[in-house]
Each structure stands twice: as structure tokens, then as C-alpha cells.
């Protein structure tokens, strides 16, 4: 059989909605793929995110992945010179061309930047009312309720995960770690599986001088070739739906002729829940993870 790999898709802008989402549809025709796409469903105020240029690291990172040739001077000034352009709204017909097309469909959040910045001073209620202005979002645009989520830069937290638990989700994939699990936080188990990504993202590579862009694809394969399990890649349509497309399809290329299969992570998380008894529990803590400024939502492996 195959070893699988998931593409989960997260779809951070209006600008990466329009072009990168796009430009990944015919890729992914072209090689018979389907994958998971988890798209930001209300307001695009990228630009509210420039206030982060004054945490550490994250200077670091702008000046790797080129902030502005990636994101485009229009989207980083989304939500500071002009209200942010309503996702949702403004391209359901487009959202809906994704799921006709074979492709599992998601929540990546409802406003992006809020997410990233606000979630951990939030109320239990006040995040679910936030990830339920996404699943208003989602309904109305695909008519139907969602069955799987993965948060913004994995920042989840025990009220995010009581969200998804509320809503009733298949799974979640909002945090870095090797396996599927059901999450513990403070003593209290969820009942959302979670599928994390088990793979660094192009962004936590790019730049760095062991890692030269030819030799991404090499690194990312091995560790495939490695693990036990299947793994999870997590990619922007903002960056290999767009400035990286052409590395992006030589990966697929490569991968493909060394016998990898891409799949959906829906595809995943029903091959886990065959047997849910098989599922451990696992802490999900916050942690650091190389190449990305800030923590994150990490799964604790016990041994
Ligand atoms: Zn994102």
C-alpha cells in the first residue's frame, strides 16, 4: 500500500482565496489529488497583524519568507487603511468551486489576525462565539455543517477545543505532534479527535542555510520515508498556492514517483476512528517548535 500523506490547506487571506486557491485547484487536477482546504471565512485584517513586527522572531521571519512580495502591499494594509475585505461574502461561489471538485472543505477560523492575537485572553464563551461566527459563515456558503477545523498558527486552547466539541466536529487538526489523539487539557479529555501535522511547513525552512530551497523537498521526503505513520503537511495557498507553485508541484512530482499517496485529513481521521479504541489520550500543551516566533498547541507524547 501507498504511505499517505494529508495536505491541509490553510487559507489565510482574500488574496490567497482568489489566486492561491485557484492556482492549487488546477495543480491538484493535474496530479489527481484531493485534499483538505480550511479557509478564513469572515473579515481579511491581515494588515492588523504588521503589529506583530515588535515580537521577537518574528523580524526574522519577514525578512525569510519576504512578507510583502508573499502577502501583496494590498492584503498587509487590509484592516488599517480600509475595513477587511469580507471573505465569506465576497467568494462563496469560489469556496463552493473547492468542494465540487472532490475536495474536503474547513474551518481555518473567522478573522485570522483576532484569532492569532486575541485567543488566549478570550472568555470560554467569547471563543466559541467567535469560532461560531465561522460556522455561520460556513453554512451559509456550503449549506451543510462543518466537520473539521484547524486553527490559525495552532493556537488552540481548552476552550477552543470545548468549541469544537459543541459543534460536533469529526476532528480537529490544530497542533503539532507525531499521531492522532484525544487532547487533555487541565485533567479534562475532549472529545474531538485530533490529527496534528506531523511535517515543518515550507515557512519554518525557507531561509534557513541548511535548508536551501532545492533541498527542501529531499528533507521533507525523508523524514516521510522515516516515520511509522502517515504524515501531515500543512501549506498556505499565500505561499505554494502562489510564489513557491512551482516547488510546491516538483514536490508532488517527486513524491508521487517515490509512491507516496495525497490524501484529504478526513481521510485520516476515519481510518483512526475505525478504531477508536486504538486512540490514546495525549496532553496538548504549549510549546516552541524551530523556524515559527512564538508557541504553539503541541501534543505530549507519553512514553
Ligand atoms: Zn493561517
Redesign the pocket.
Known amino acids: 500500500m501507498n504511505k499517505l500523506i494529508g495536505l491541509k490547506i490553510?487559507?489565510?487571506t482574500e488574496r490567497g482565496t482568489r489566486i492561491g486557491v485557484k492556482n492549487l485547484l488546477q495543480l491538484f487536477a493535474r496530479h489527481n489529488i484531493y485534499a483538505t482546504f480550511l479557509f478564513?471565512l469572515g473579515p481579511d485584517n491581515t494588515g492588523r497583524a504588521l503589529k506583530r513586527i515588535f515580537r521577537p522572531g518574528f523580524l526574522k521571519k519577514v525578512s525569510r519568507t519576504s512578507v510583502v512580495s508573499t502577502y501583496g502591499i494590498k492584503t498587509l494594509l487590509n484592516g488599517v487603511l480600509w475595513p477587511g475585505p469580507h471573505i465569506a461574502k465576497k467568494h462563496p461561489d469560489l469556496l463552493q468551486q473547492v468542494q465540487k471538485a472532490g475536495h474536503e472543505v474547513g474551518i481555518?477560523?473567522y478573522d485570522?489576525c483576532r484569532w492569532q492575537d486575541y485567543l488566549f485572553t478570550w472568555s470560554e464563551e467569547e471563543t466559541k462565539t467567535e469560532f461560531n461566527r465561522a460556522v455561520d459563515c460556513f453554512k451559509t456558503v456550503f449549506h451543510q455543517a462543518p466537520q473539521s477545523a484547524g486553527t490559525?498558527?495552532w493556537q488552540a486552547n481548552a476552550a477552543s477545543l470545548q468549541a469544537y466539541d459543541d459543534a460536533h466536529l469529526l476532528y480537529g487538526s490544530d497542533c503539532r505532534g507525531p499521531y492522532p489523539f484525544y487532547p487533555k487539557i487541565n485533567g479534562h479529555t475532549f472529545k474531538t479527535l485530533q490529527i496534528p501535522s506531523n511535517l515543518p511547513t515550507l515557512d519554518e525552512l525557507l531561509g534557513r542555510p541548511e535548508y536551501p530551497l532545492n533541498k527542501i523537498t529531499e528533507t521533507l521526503l525523508e523524514r516521510c520515508e522515516l516515520s511509522a505513520g502517515a504524515e501531515i503537511f500543512t501549506l498556505?495557498a499565500e505561499l505554494e498556492g502562489m510564489r513557491y507553485l512551482e516547488w510546491f508541484e516538483q514536490f508532488i512530482t517527486e513524491a508521487q514517483g517515490r509512491g507516496f499517496q495525497f490524501v484529504p485529513v478526513e481521510a485520516l481521521a476515519k481510518k483512526a476512528l475505525e478504531d477508536q479504541s486504538k486512540i490514546p489520550v495525549c496532553e496538548m500543551i504549549q510549546g516552541e517548535v524551530e523556524g515559527r516566533s512564538g508557541t504553539l498547541a503541541i501534543q505530549q507524547c507519553s512514553i
Request: with cysteine; glycine share 10%; aromatic share 0%.
Open positions: 490553510d487559507v489565510d478564513s481555518h477560523c485570522h490559525p498558527g498556505h
